[in-house]
């Protein structure tokens, strides 16, 4: 009766017929390094596609959809990275899923708040001539008097409720400000950008019953070629 092979013996049998070579620890190593150091990246596109998109719902001064498609393809490249590393198996999906998302959210929304978003959209712009092209303002929005929307730069201050805007066209308005709510930082000084929401009373005079800085940070955080 011939004798059955142990486990062992038809391991060993397997790794000679096949001519398997252990893999050296600097190659799990370097691996394992790759892993965190894609994922780390991954995360941080995650953040700043998060923030700027933020940035452009939130100040509603850019069309955010190219930054919204960036952290989403970040969201899943930072997820399919985590799994891939050594310990994933000791946090549920779930789990992973809201920690990206939360990270996204809390770290994103710091760097909208501190401006970081506003800088990094003017700094592409003035690096990448293209970028404006396929992330453009959101100035037709905010160029519609007739259905009560301004934008521009202040020109003169006459009084407490009167002053004269330049909107981004070049036209000039005479801008009615009785009993106006002002929003955000606006400091009613020549040079601020703002945003109006109002009626046109005549082909250049407009009443405005609320005022925005045209950035959401106010005090000439952008400044734009028109």
């Not at 049998?13 to 620890?25: A, L, Y």
Request: charged letters at 20%; aromatic letters at 12%.
């Amino acid at each position: 009766m011939k004798k059955k092979k142990s486990i062992s013996d038809q391991t060993l049998s397997v790794i000679n017929r096949r001519q398997i070579k252990p893999i050296p620890r600097w190659e799990f190593i370097a691996k394992n390094w790759g892993l965190w150091t894609g994922l780390i990246l991954c995360l941080i596109l995650l953040v700043l596609g998060f923030a700027l998109s933020i940035f452009g719902v939130v100040g509603n001064i850019i069309v955010p959809y190219l930054w919204l498609f960036i952290a989403a393809i970040f969201f899943g490249l930072s997820y399919f990275l985590f799994e891939k590393t050594k310990g994933a198996y000791h946090f549920p999906r779930w789990q992973v899923v809201v920690a990206i998302v939360a990270l996204a959210l809390i770290v994103g929304g710091a760097f909208f708040k501190i401006g970081l978003a506003n800088r990094l959209d003017n700094s592409l712009e003035n690096n990448f001539p293209g970028y404006r092209r396929v992330v453009p303002m959101r100035i037709q929005a905010w160029s519609n008097p007739g259905s009560g929307y301004l934008s521009g730069t202040i020109t003169k201050i006459v009084d407490s409720d009167n002053f004269e805007l330049k909107d981004f066209s070049g036209k000039s308005w005479i801008i009615t400000a009785n009993n106006t709510l002002i929003r955000g930082r606006v400091i009613m000084t020549v040079g601020e950008e703002i945003k109006l929401i109002g009626s046109q009373t005549a082909d250049n005079a407009f009443s405005v019953r609320e005022i925005r800085p045209w950035t959401g940070m106010g005090q000439n955080m952008m400044k734009e070629n028109y």
